[in-house]
C-alpha cells in the first residue's frame, strides 16, 4: 500500500533539545494522526489533527495539519529521556460515513543522547 | 482515552497450524476494526478492514482465505492466521475506530508477535 514520506528517519539530539519532523504525501488526506511506538508495544496516540491548517499541542508536542492537506509536521519541545522511541505519522481518509485504514510513514527513530 | 486489548500477547506455533488472534475495544463499541501487520523495523501496513456483521475488506496483496476475520460483535474482532508458515512471522496489531461529532480516531490494541516454527 501507499506510504508517506517520513523525515528524518532518526535523529540523534541531546536531552533539552528541540526536535522537528514531518511527514508529506502525494495524495490528500482529511486527517492527520502522530503516534509514539516503544518496542513491542502498539502505537500511542499522541497528536489527531482534523483541519487543514489545524495547530494543536499536547503539552511539549506541537503538531500541524498542513494547509494542502499534503503534509504535517511534530516538534516535541525540550526534548527529555523518556521521549526516545518511534514516531510514526498516519494519514487517514474519510469519506461518506466510512473511514479508510491508516496510511503510515516509515517512521522517525528519536534517540537521546545523555 | 479509549482502550483496546489484544489477545494473546504473543503466539509460538508450528508451520502449517492455525493461529487465532482477539481484538477487543473495551469501553466503547467500534463497528470498525482494522488489522495491521509490522515487520521488525518497518512500518505498519494495513492488512484489512474489519466491520461488524460484514465481511471484511482486504488490501492488495493480502490473501482473504488465508487471514480470515470475523467481527461479530461491536468489540471483538479476530483474526485467524490460517496454516501459518514462517513469512507470516510478524507483529500483528489491531486498531478499532472510535467516532463521534467531528472527530473519528484510531485506537490500537498492544500487539500480538507471532513467530511460526
Known amino acids: 500500500g501507499q506510504q508517506l514520506n517520513q523525515s528524518p528517519q532518526s535523529m540523534f539530539i541531546q536531552e533539552g533539545e528541540d526536535v522537528s519532523m514531518n511527514c508529506t504525501s502525494s495524495?490528500?488526506?482529511?486527517?492527520w494522526l502522530w503516534y509514539k511506538q516503544e518496542p513491542g508495544e502498539g502505537p500511542v496516540l499522541l497528536i489527531a489533527?482534523?483541519?487543514?491548517?489545524e495547530l494543536t499541542s499536547n503539552g511539549r508536542l506541537t503538531a500541524q495539519f498542513g494547509i494542502t492537506r499534503k503534509d504535517s509536521f511534530l516538534n516535541i519541545s525540550a526534548s527529555i529521556p523518556s521521549d526516545v522511541g518511534i514516531y510514526f505519522c498516519?494519514?487517514?481518509?474519510?469519506?461518506?460515513?466510512?473511514?479508510?485504514?491508516?496510511?503510515f510513514g516509515k517512521g522517525t527513530h528519536l534517540i537521546i543522547q545523555p | 482515552g479509549a482502550v483496546v486489548s489484544q489477545h494473546p500477547s504473543r503466539v509460538i506455533c508450528k508451520s502449517g497450524t492455525s493461529v487465532k488472534i482477539e481484538c477487543r475495544s473495551l469501553d466503547f463499541q467500534a463497528t470498525t476494526m482494522f488489522w495491521y501487520r509490522q515487520f521488525p523495523k518497518q512500518s505498519l501496513m494495513l492488512m484489512a478492514t474489519s466491520n461488524e456483521g460484514s465481511k471484511a475488506t482486504y488490501e492488495q496483496g493480502v490473501e482473504k482465505d488465508k487471514f480470515l476475520i470475523n467481527h461479530a460483535s461491536l468489540t471483538l474482532s479476530t483474526l485467524t492466521v490460517t496454516s501459518a508458515h514462517p513469512e507470516d512471522s510478524s507483529f500483528y496489531i489491531c486498531?478499532?475506530?472510535?467516532?463521534?461529532?467531528?472527530?473519528?480516531?484510531?485506537?490500537f490494541g498492544p500487539g500480538t508477535r507471532l513467530t511460526v516454527l
Open positions: 495524495s490528500i488526506f482529511n486527517t
Open positions: 498516519a494519514g487517514q481518509l474519510i469519506i461518506g460515513g466510512g473511514a479508510d485504514g491508516l496510511t
Open positions: 489533527l482534523y483541519k487543514a491548517g
Open positions: 486498531s478499532a475506530r472510535q467516532s463521534g461529532g467531528v472527530s473519528d480516531t484510531q485506537y
